[in-house]
Nanobody
């Protein structure tokens, strides 16, 4: 069993910043990509960003490019999402996920979801 624990969400004004963290634990072995998704009220869960084990390859949704940065510390099984220039449209529950194929792209099969952390951006 793999557990993912997200933290760092909260309430922030538009233009502000937040940093999300997600730590993986349990029966997780080998190299794997990690990523972030988000789900706004009444909408489907969508890909936000992904990063491979080495950190060399990263992927971003068009809506967050230039504002969000994904990074990871593989020694700590932890992935981060630095979110700058936040907008009200970024309001959502943010979920961490693992890609065992280590590709990290939006189209891969992501598994081992966390419980999510709420991010609310006020205007």
């Amino acid at each position: 069993q793999v557990q993912l624990a997200e933290s760092g969400g909260g309430l922030v004004q538009a233009g502000g910043s937040l940093r999300l963290s997600c730590a993986a634990s349990g029966r997780i072995f080998g190299t794997y990509a990690m990523g972030w998704f988000r789900q706004a009220p009444g909408k489907e869960r969508v890909f936000v960003a992904g990063v491979t084990w080495s950190g060399r390859m990263t992927y971003y949704a068009d809506s967050v490019k230039g504002r969000f940065t994904i990074s990871r510390d593989s020694a700590k099984n932890t992935v981060y999402l630095q979110m700058n220039s936040l907008k009200p449209d970024d309001t959502a529950v943010y979920y961490c996920a693992v890609d065992n194929s280590n590709r990290g792209a939006p189209s891969v099969s992501w598994g081992y979801w966390g419980q999510g952390t709420q991010v609310t951006v006020s205007s």
